[in-house]
Structures are given as structure tokens and as C-alpha cells.
């Protein structure tokens, strides 16, 4: 059985050094935690932490519970995530840590939980983002402009090691 851990891990590493692995995909928007009535927060200064980070307030919601992974199916670190301002895109991150509460964090951002990314990239341009609705949602479905538009940026800055020879 060791022997199988060792080659699954060995077949993972080399998918990864050949950076071939597909990424979960997902966006956020953090700038009004208690809704739409609530009071705005400037999501920017999030990013701009020591440790950046991304944050969601806790209720009974599909969006809460993939924030914390709790069905194993939510937001997972590794995956990449666009941070963004209703269509504003901020950022391109990658998820780099657990859910986690921090009092100091709350007081300041209004968000009851936090999660620690790795900024890959702010938005430079002057597009907009084409799905606004929802606070986290999963990109799942590859032929959707908000999914392009992710996947184009990410392997952007991510070209493959060994890229398809050209026809």
C-alpha cells in the first residue's frame, strides 16, 4: 500500500512540475459583509494585509459553506480565486490556508471568517467582470465567459512547462 501512496505522489509531482494540473476556479467579492445594506469595506486593504487574505461573513448559506470546505467540495487551498468588486476585478490570488476566525481581522473587515491567499496578480485592465452576482462562486463550467476570462489570466501567468507543439 506505501508503495501506491509513493507512486500517486510521484505521478502528482511530476503532473505538477509539469504544471498540467487544472485548477479549481472561483471569485469572490468581500466589500459588504452585512449585505447590501451594510456598510462597504475597502476589500483592496485585504489584499493589501502582511498576510493577504479573503474573508466571508458566517450564515446558513451554500457560498459560507464552500468557504470553509465543510462538504469537501468547497474552496480548497490551491485553488485560484478573482477578487473582485461586484464587476470590478481587484485580483487573481491563490488559495494558501484554511478557514479561520480572528477577532483583530472582524473589528476591522466585518468578516467573521478569514482565509490566507498568495496574490498572483492585480488587474491591470479595463474589463469587466461578466458573472457579478453571488459573493463565492465555483467556475465550473469551462465554456462561460467568467471561466475564460480566469483561466486565460491564470495560464497567462502560468504557461505550461512543455507547451503543445504547434500544428
Known amino acids: 500500500m506505501?508503495?501506491?501512496?509513493?507512486?500517486?505522489?510521484?505521478?502528482e509531482n511530476n503532473i505538477?512540475?509539469?504544471?498540467?494540473?487544472?485548477?479549481?476556479?472561483?471569485?469572490?467579492?468581500?466589500?459588504?459583509p452585512d449585505g447590501q445594506d451594510g456598510q462597504s469595506i475597502d476589500s483592496i486593504k485585504m489584499l493589501d494585509q502582511a498576510k493577504p487574505?479573503?474573508?466571508?461573513?458566517?450564515w446558513d448559506n451554500v457560498q459560507f459553506?464552500?468557504?470553509?470546505?465543510e462538504t469537501g467540495t468547497g474552496l480548497k487551498v490551491g485553488d485560484?480565486?478573482?477578487?473582485?468588486?461586484?464587476?470590478m476585478i481587484l485580483a487573481l490570488c491563490e488559495?494558501?490556508?484554511e478557514?479561520?476566525?480572528?477577532?483583530?481581522?472582524?473589528?476591522?473587515y466585518k468578516h467573521t471568517h478569514y482565509r490566507e491567499i498568495?496574490?498572483?496578480?492585480?488587474?491591470?485592465?479595463?474589463?469587466?467582470?461578466p458573472q457579478p452576482q453571488g459573493i463565492l462562486s465555483k467556475l465550473s463550467t469551462h465554456k462561460t465567459k467568467a471561466y475564460k476570462f480566469v483561466d486565460k489570466w491564470y495560464k497567462k501567468l502560468n504557461p505550461p512547462l512543455n507547451p503543445p507543439a504547434e500544428k
Not at 65 to 69: E, V
Open 80 to 87: 485560484i480565486i478573482l477578487v473582485r468588486e461586484v464587476q
Open 65 to 69: 459553506r464552500n468557504f470553509k470546505d
Open 2 to 11: 506505501e508503495k501506491n501512496i509513493e507512486e500517486k505522489n510521484i505521478t
Open 99 to 108: 478557514s479561520f476566525r480572528d477577532v483583530t481581522l472582524e473589528r476591522k
Open 53 to 58: 487574505i479573503i474573508g466571508m461573513v458566517e
Open 16 to 32: 505538477e512540475e509539469n504544471n498540467i494540473i487544472e485548477k479549481n476556479y472561483w471569485h469572490i467579492q468581500m466589500h459588504l
Open 95 to 97: 488559495v494558501t490556508g
Open 118 to 129: 498568495k496574490i498572483l496578480d492585480r488587474y491591470q485592465g479595463f474589463e469587466i467582470f
